[in-house]
């Protein structure tokens, strides 16, 4: 088990930009996906986008691709999820996830960090 932590979120006006952070601490060493989700309110839980944790290969939901970018500093057991060209459908809570085989669950989860797009 890990503990996840997400930062970065907030409110931002369509077209704007927002980086996100997700700290990961504990027994990382197995690390093997990160991946990126997202729920608006009233909404199910939506995919985003991943990141294999030695590789880097990337992943991204259609919603967001072309807009969003993930990346990872191992060194800082830190993934980001850079979204730019935001628009109000972006809006909801940003959760983190890990597993530690490609072929398990996400099973560690962040709190959740906001974002909000202004139209």
């Known amino acids: 088990q890990v503990q996840l932590v997400e930062s970065g979120g907030g409110l931002v006006q369509a077209g704007g930009s927002l980086r996100l952070s997700c700290t990961a601490s504990g027994r990382t060493f197995s690390t093997s996906v990160m991946g990126w989700f997202r729920q608006a309110p009233g909404k199910e839980r939506e995919f985003v986008g991943r990141i294999t944790w030695s590789g880097g290969s990337t992943i991204y939901a259609d919603s967001v691709k072309g807009r969003f970018t993930i990346s990872r500093d191992n060194a800082k057991n830190t993934m980001y999820l850079q979204m730019n060209s935001l628009k109000p459908e972006d809006t909801a809570v940003y959760y983190c996830?890990?597993?530690?085989?490609?072929?398990?669950?996400?099973?560690?989860w962040g709190q959740g960090t906001q974002v909000t797009v202004s139209s």
């Open positions: 996830a890990r597993k530690s085989s490609p072929l398990s669950e996400y099973v560690d």
